[in-house]
């Protein structure tokens, strides 16, 4: 049984290790965004899509496309921020409330890239609780493989290349 719990963790692990790093690229792209410009826009559609699996509902996305105009040119954009699994959790019929057809929204947009826009700038705490939940499973998993000196070693570098990384965003975005 051991064997067959630690075989089913070797191939779950880089499942973990890269949501791991999709969360922690969320957060600081969020945090990026908190320094965009903005500009107004309009919702052009707005719809939450089922998926079926026979008769029970698989899968729910919210399809949406936003226009904003940047330097004369129209522009189209789909992200409403940059959560990265909090909107699992929530109610994408509540999100499509929000943001209905026609409706004239704020659009914030990179500068140096304005093809890259949010209808909602920053982070949610849920991403930030996510990421160390996946630290600790990823930390978990290299214990069962690792010595605990050598993944306290590598779990202390991964921690401060975050925080070098996150405190440039940070320093960008109060510049």
């Known amino acids: 049984m051991l064997v067959i ?3 089913l ?3 779950a692990s880089p499942v973990f290790f890269y949501g791991t790093f ?3 690229r969320g957060i600081l792209r969020g945090l990026r965004s908190n320094g965009w410009a903005e500009t107004s826009g309009e919702i052009l559609f707005s719809k939450v899509e089922q998926y079926h699996r026979g008769k029970d509902v698989a899968k729910e996305l919210l399809q949406l496309s936003y226009s904003y105009m940047i330097d004369g040119i129209v522009r189209e954009g789909h992200q409403v921020g940059f959560e990265s699994f909090s909107w699992f959790f929530g109610n994408l019929d ?3 409330a929000k943001y209905p057809q026609n409706q004239q929204v704020t659009v914030y947009y990179d500068p140096q890239q304005p093809e890259n826009a949010v209808l909602e700038k920053g982070t949610k705490r849920a991403d930030a609780i996510l990421l160390c939940v996946l630290a600790l499973v990823d ?3 290299l214990l069962i493989y690792i010595p605990l000196t050598p993944v306290l070693i590598l779990l202390g570098v991964a921690v401060i290349i975050f925080l070098v990384f996150l405190f440039r965003q940070l320093k960008q975005t109060h510049v």
């Open 9 to 11: 963790l070797t191939m």
């Open 94 to 96: 509540k999100l499509a």
């Open 139 to 141: 930390v978990g998993i």
């Open 22 to 24: 999709y969360v922690a």
């Open 5 to 7: 719990i630690l075989a």
